[in-house]
């Protein structure tokens, strides 16, 4: 028995990374997954390496997040493919780093609108499903960069809308019996952060050490430990939580919050 038997889970960004890892956990639970991801052939070969267990499935559907009729279809589809939605993760992210005085309006837009457009149009789709049925669970995910760190103006101001969002769609949604909460990772070894490293012409493993030494309990997180923060969120036992961002991070942000 699975805390997701019965549940269908649609995860966007979720070809890989954090998303890959937080879908495996849910199939391992009992859900039913559509990995939602820009490319059709790579959110299926994903899909297809799901360990979903009895009757549950697992599809893959390409849309870009940043897409109102693209994100309507792909919902729509999950709908009919796996006969309904009742948790939605978004996760899909990109960076474009760089400080302000060189960073382009485009790397502005691009962001905002990937991260917070694209829950935004996620979230609407999947709602009026959810208040139909009276059920659902939002998951957003902000980031430890919510909080201020330098070259990522765009995607702190994007990840800390984030935190505004999961607060204001808990006020309204929660009557509904639907409860919106965000996970904010630190440090998580994935191709996002392994970017980050070549982009400052680090050793991966030097870039991950350094990390490590930046937070109390002295590693990096994996998408797994993110992975049980969002399940926990969306299973029924969080039902009394919502508009919350709870930041798994090994601590790195205790000494920057106030
Ligand atoms: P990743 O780069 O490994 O994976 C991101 C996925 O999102 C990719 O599969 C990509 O194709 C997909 N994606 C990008 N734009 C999309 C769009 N417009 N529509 C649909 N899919 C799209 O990234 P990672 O590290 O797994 O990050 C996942 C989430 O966690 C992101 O929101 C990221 O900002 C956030 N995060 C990551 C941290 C880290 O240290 N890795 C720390 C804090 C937050």
Request: charged letters at 20%; glycine letters at 10%.
């Amino acid at each position: 028995m699975g805390r997701f038997d019965g549940r269908v889970v649609v995860i966007s960004g979720a070809a890989r990374g954090i998303g890959f890892g937080t879908a495996t956990k849910f199939a391992e639970e009992g859900a039913s997954v559509a990995i939602v991801d820009l490319d059709e052939a790579a959110a299926s070969e994903a899909a297809a390496k799901l360990p979903v267990t009895g009757d549950a499935k697992a599809i893959g559907v390409g849309a870009d997040v940043a897409d109102g009729a693209s994100v309507d279809a792909a919902i729509e589809r999950v709908v009919s493919e796996l006969g309904g939605i009742h948790v939605l993760v978004n996760n899909a992210g990109i960076t474009r780093d760089n400080l302000m005085f060189k960073m382009s309006e485009d790397d502005w837009d691009l962001v905002i609108n990937v991260h917070l457009k694209g829950a935004f149009l996620m979230t609407k789709a999947a709602q009026k499903h959810f208040t139909e049925q009276k059920y659902g669970k939002v998951v957003n995910t902000s980031s430890i960069s919510a909080l201020g760190n330098r070259g990522q103006v765009n995607y702190s101001s994007a990840k800390m809308g984030l935190q505004g969002f999961t607060k204001t769609l808990g006020i309204e949604l929660g009557p509904f019996g639907i409860n919106v909460n965000a996970v904010a990772p630190g440090f998580i070894a994935t191709e996002m952060t392994d970017a980050t490293a070549a982009r400052l012409k680090m050793d991966v493993e030097e870039f991950r050490q350094l990390n490590a030494e930046a937070n109390p309990v002295k590693r990096v997180g994996f998408p797994e430990d993110i992975a049980a923060a969002v399940l926990f969120l969306a299973s029924d036992e969080a039902s009394y939580i919502t508009g919350q961002t709870l930041y798994v991070d090994g601590g790195a942000s205790l000494s920057r919050l106030s």
